[in-house]
């Protein structure tokens, strides 16, 4: 059974950075080099909205909220995806989600989320 630990997460002020991290953990070296990698974020009332993605080329893709702020990276050795954040704004502030999947895999697992608060 794949289970992804989030971690990373906490509160930090307007302009601040932080480093999410992602460790699948029960995932074989090929699930995890085949999968994409993404990172979502959900506020209260709200639908989960993707924040970033990897595929298991390195391809990236960002939303625009955050294009030129965050950086998501993979690191295949570890099975651990990352998400740099950078000039944090107050809107930034959800709890954020780790997510690996591959659809000729089959395989569609989500981590437990992490809080992340952007103080004004």
């Known amino acids: 059974q794949v289970q992804l630990v989030e971690s990373g997460g906490g509160l930090v002020q307007a302009g601040g950075s932080l480093r999410l991290s992602c460790a699948a953990s029960?995932?074989?070296?090929?699930?995890?080099?085949?999968?994409?990698m993404d990172w979502y974020r959900q506020t209260p009332g709200k639908r989960r909205e993707l924040v970033a993605d990897?595929?298991?080329?390195?391809?990236?893709t960002y939303a625009d909220s955050v294009k030129g702020r965050f950086t998501i990276s993979r690191d295949n050795a570890k099975r651990t995806a990352y998400l740099q954040m950078d000039s944090l704004k107050p809107e930034d502030t959800a709890v954020y989600y780790c997510?690996?999947?591959?659809?000729?895999?089959?395989?569609?697992?989500w981590g437990q989320g992490t809080q992340v608060t952007v103080s004004s």
């Open positions: 990897i595929n298991s080329a390195g391809t990236t």
């Open positions: 997510n690996l999947i591959s659809y000729g895999l089959g395989v569609n697992y």
């Open positions: 029960g995932a074989s070296g090929s699930i995890f080099r085949t999968a994409a």
